[in-house]
């Protein structure tokens, strides 16, 4: 894809004098506000009565009353960290709490209770706290970490390339979340415990990916990242489970936040139902649309294509009495990747040109779940149906501008209808989760290729179904952590699909406090996970209608993963973790004889081919890690991970280095607060050489403008490494009710060369036209270093 880089040191000089003029014609007016929220037990989500919620260094704060609810008035609008403490309980401080004088979501509370009371000693709970079942591996972004992520421009899976092990694509127009040399589509995404099938606008059918995010980060409590150690409970995944938890809406108030940056412009509402007259209603809602006008900035720079795209997200929440909720929430996008003839043009836009597909695409979730605390607080059983759709319509023409001479088609549509069941009891000091899931697939597909012979029309409908049972339990006065479990799924399609024990799946995890105070902690877990191969993969027919791809296998992989953890102060740690993933069963092309791991990370379509499940692959490593809570006005994460990815084909003794194997990653972002409610924060990411498959030329102008691949020499060439600092600052103005938000970003601050691979296009004349006999050449690529510069508001009221 073409890079957008058209920015000027000129331009730059403009942007920096508007930002800067704007702010001194504000008048600086802080006006007081309020925070409040609730305060629960972590495990049976009663209300704590009587706890208190305070302020850290100020004696304001506030006890909650008989819902766990709490209201703190009159407070001084600016960065703090907040602690709620009750007797018997860790107290928990929440850190980088931004107070605004309008608009603040309510900020909760869930403490643990403490195996020993120590007379006159608080116990703080650790804040880098794991889960029984995942130890390690395990990260989590705060609501305001992911609000003012530098370099992000407020997407969601930008924002998660800055924790540990995960990295992006380099270069192109692409946002794919590759996790510890993983394949784009080996991760799973949980959207409140629905499952969503991807997070991006226009995303690759049959992996993941995309060049812009689909969820509002308006929306989030938080987003967890696990990237070992998966629950029992989490199915069809390899590499790493994203978890967004969103925020209820406000049951008492309605409240607006708009958000405007350089690409799309976004409204969120949210408010009570049904109140009547009541303090608080027992219904809430929170709802958003966003509306790209990122087209209208290519066209106004002369670019050939123009991805225009909608979404929305919701989120209905109804208590029904103390141990009773019902949650509705869903997302959906509606997507438009057209092709725009530049009035002039270079020969690197008329090769992009050449080769752009033309994309439709649309995509919805949704799901109703119920959760039912049992009295006593003895556990809780939730229960879940949900439904996403995927519809696709991709095509590729050899004279694109005028969309003749089609030479590629895939119109399909994927849908999922799911019943997820989960059981958690408390027994004593065990924790026992048992669960099932019950899943329908409906996939239809009409897909012509003539580059590579395939042409099919066909429907696809069948059934999924796992369960699982996990066991947790802490000893020796919480020093050491165990968790066992396993999992079976099974299918009704594939040959193998009811072979229930070759898709056993054992996990074990172990944790140990290495000292009295909890400081060093050693933690290690060992286990198997699968993976369903692609519909795309399952639903592919051969000419005479017969389904190639019935043999598929589950792909499997087997992690194990070992480290130490050293709390260096309350808000301090440093971590080294050593992980081991091993993959067998997975598919090979029978047309490209490569390993279908390698792919995906680009705009077309994975598993349209016949396969074989014989695959192996393997990625190992060290991670280190130092993060920082926010204290002392400055936060920060550097993360390093020195790290290999390779994987077979046929020839399951030949090890070949993956598209995702760089090698080494490094990141670091972090920021710091001034006076007056300004903030700078930067992000810097270094990537070492990414393998690729080199262009097989004499195949390509056979085929051009499609481009076809030599895989057998996958991994003997790399583009050069990635490196890029992006800065934000933020400056906040607090008004009577409402926040005004201003902020500025600065993508490749220092100017790096952006690597990519070699473009390829036909010789033509000065007049544009194709020089006969035909000819391929590599285009001279074009500067791609500039700084880009970006200006967004918000408006929180």
């Known amino acids: 894809m073409y890079p957008v880089t058209n920015f000027n040191f000129v331009k730059l000089i403009l942007v920096v004098s508007l930002f800067l003029v704007f702010q001194n014609t504000l008048a600086i007016q802080q006006n007081k506000a309020t925070l409040s929220g609730y305060v629960k037990d972590a495990k049976t989500e009663e209300p704590l009565i009587g706890a208190t919620v305070q302020l850290v260094g100020t004696n304001t704060g506030a006890v909650t009353d008989l819902d766990g609810f709490y209201r703190i008035e009159n407070i001084e609008p600016q960065t703090y960290a907040i602690a709620a403490s009750f007797v018997g309980y860790k107290t928990q401080n929440v850190y980088n709490v931004v107070i605004r004088s309008g608009g603040n979501p309510d900020l909760n509370f869930d403490l643990e209770e403490t195996a020993e009371e120590l007379e006159g000693v608080e116990i703080i709970a650790n804040p880098f706290e794991k889960l029984q079942e995942t130890p390690l591996s395990v990260q989590r972004l705060s609501q305001e970490e992911i609000a003012t992520y530098p370099g992000g421009n407020n997407d969601i899976a930008k924002v998660v390339q800055s924790l540990p092990g995960v990295s992006g694509s380099v270069g192109g127009f692409r946002n794919d979340v590759i996790i510890r040399g993983g394949a784009p589509n080996e991760n799973v995404y949980f959207l409140d415990g629905i499952e969503i099938p991807n997070i991006n606008h226009f995303s690759t059918q049959g992996s993941a990916g995309g060049p812009v995010g689909l969820l509002n ?106 141990y009773n909720d019902l949650t509705f929430t869903g997302v959906g996008s509606i997507d438009d990747f057209s092709i725009n003839v530049p009035d002039d043009y270079d020969e690197e836009q008329q090769a992009t040109l050449d080769q752009l597909p033309i994309i439709k695409q649309w995509s919805t979730t949704s799901g109703l779940s119920w959760k039912r605390r049992f009295k006593n607080g003895q556990g809780f059983m939730t229960t879940a149906l949900s439904t996403n759709v995927l519809n696709n319509n991709f095509k590729r023409y050899r004279e694109p501008a005028t969309e003749t001479e089609l030479y590629l088609t895939n119109e399909s549509q994927e849908q999922e209808t799911k019943l997820r069941y989960n059981y958690t009891r408390f027994a ?43 066991t947790s339990r802490n000893f020796l006065s919480e020093r050491l952590g165990l968790s066992g479990g396993f999992r079976l799924d099974g299918n009704s399609f594939t040959n193998s699909g009811n072979d229930f024990l070759s898709t056993l799946s054992p996990r074990f995890s172990i944790s140990y406090k290495l000292d009295a105070e909890g400081k060093w902690t050693a933690n290690a877990s060992l286990g198997r996970y699968f993976k369903i191969p692609p519909y795309t993969i399952l639903g592919f027919t051969d000419n005479n209608g017969v389904y190639a791809n019935k043999d598929a296998e589950y792909i499997q992989s087997d992690h194990i993963v070992a480290g130490v953890e050293h709390l260096l102060t309350s808000t301090t740690r440093i971590s080294l973790e050593g992980f081991y993933k091993k993959y067998d069963n997975y598919p090979v092309s029978l047309t490209d004889s490569v390993s279908l791991a390698n792919l995906g990370g680009d705009f077309s379509v994975l598993g349209n081919e016949p396969i074989l499940s014989v695959g192996l692959g393997r990625t190992y490593g060290l991670e280190l890690l130092i993060q920082k809570k926010f204290t002392k006005n400055f936060y920060g994460i550097l993360a390093y991970t ?42 810097v990411r270094y990537l070492g050489e990414t393998p690729y498959a080199p262009v097989d030329q004499s195949a390509t102008l056979a085929n051009y403008p499609a481009i076809v691949r030599d895989y057998s020499r996958q991994g003997t060439v790399t583009l050069d490494p990635f490196n890029q600092t992006d800065l934000r600052i ?68």
């Open 428 to 470: 004593d000091t065990w924790t026992l989760n048992s669960g099932f899931i019950i899943q329908n697939a409906d996939y239809s597909n009409n897909t012509e290729d003539i580059v590579n012979g395939f042409q099919f029309s066909n429907e696809l409908n069948f059934w999924r179904y796992g369960a699982y049972f996990q």
């Open 217 to 322: 980060v308006s929306f989030f409590e938080g987003v967890t990242l696990t990237t070992s150690s998966f629950g029992a409970q989490y199915d069809n995944v390899l590499s790493g489970v994203l978890q967004f938890d969103q925020r209820n809406g406000n049951n008492r108030n309605f409240r607006t936040n708009i958000r405007v940056s350089s690409s799309e412009a976004a409204l969120t509402l949210e408010g009570p139902l049904f109140r009547n007259g009541k303090e608080q209603s027992n219904t809430s809602f929170i709802v958003s649309a966003r509306r790209s006008y990122l087209q209208l900035l290519f066209q106004v720079l002369d670019l050939p294509f123009l991805p225009d795209y909608w979404d929305y997200q919701y989120k209905i929440n109804h208590k029904i009495d103390d």
């Open 730 to 797: 933020d400056k906040k103005w607090n008004f009577k009710g409402f926040t005004f938000n201003l902020f500025l970003e600065f993508q490749n601050l220092f100017s790096q060369q952006n690597p990519s691979e070699p473009t390829f296009g036909l010789v033509r004349d000065d007049d544009g036209n194709v020089v006969q006999p035909r000819t391929l050449k590599q285009i001279e690529d074009l500067d791609a270093s500039s700084v880009l510069p970006s200006i967004g508001i918000v408006l929180d009221f």
């Open 642 to 683: 020195f790290y290999k990815s390779e994987y077979t084909a046929f020839d399951r003794e030949k090890y070949i280095s993956s598209t995702w194997d760089n090698g080494t990653l490094l990141t670091f972002t972090g920021g710091y607060k001034f006076g007056r409610n300004w903030e700078v924060s930067a992000r």
